[in-house]
């Protein structure tokens, strides 16, 4: 079986891949094009059955894309990529360093006199909860998360970091202000968004670690998302991404806790990030199985 590729933007032909057969699969066509083009190593490549179709599974076969002998791929670059590992760990390494640079150094940052002036508890708190949250990330990331994907477009690390470093530098700069005010509701309102942000993360964790359960090691295998015997993990009951609803939950007790506009702005951007990316993985779960709970929603459970 030969099989033609053209480049998806101008139909060009790049070159035919000769003595292929039937249970040839896409990933073994990425490698043959790598050996013949010695740049574009198999994950910078994609292919589809047309110009602008949907790139096509590295498991999938040449009989199943029905190709025939003379077939047709259409090529595209991804582009340079960096493993997700290393972006995850940029990207949630920097806001760690910024926000504890603008805790632990503020006379750098606001001026040699404002070195000793006192903190509110709830300052020391929020440098506390924050520096959790990240480290949490960063052990997630080595110890925890299995990717579906080895890599992802370079420019993500670029665009990434300015999102997470850019926040960590806004909020840090507000709550760690030498004229920072605590929150009007006292100690009750302090501690409450604390106990609540203790929560969610304990929840987001168990919700990774399911995940990570659900995918045996070294394998790309999906099924659908269930509660566990832990009680942190019903949610999956409504919701198909009880992660982000958690993930939301404590930067929304960490606003109410430092009762700091450019924490709830941060806030604010990452929900409707996170409703995105969830809303897109809700519908792909309703595609690929038949049998998907109805009642479940997305993010928010029986609403969004």
Known sequence: MDIKI???RSSKELLTLTGLG?????????TQFHLKKRNLYPDRQSYRTASKGKSLKDESTLESL???NNGKLYFKDLGPQVGW?????TEYAGPLFIYLLFYMRPAIIYGAENIDKPRSMVVQIAAACWSLHYAKRLLETVFVHRFSHATMPILNIFKNSIYYWGFAAFVAYFVNHPLYTPPAGGDIQVYGGLASFLLCEYGNLCIHVAFRNMRPAGTKERRIPQPTGNPMTMLFSVVSCPNYTYEAGAWISFSIMTQCLPALLFTIAGFYQMSVWALGKHRNYKKEFASYPRGRKSIVPFLL
Do not use: Q, R, Y
């Open 66 to 68: 029905e190709l025939g």
């Open 85 to 89: 590992s290393t972006v995850f760990l």
């Open 22 to 30: 039937k249970a040839t699969t896409i990933a073994d066509v990425k």
């Open 6 to 8: 053209l480049d998806a």
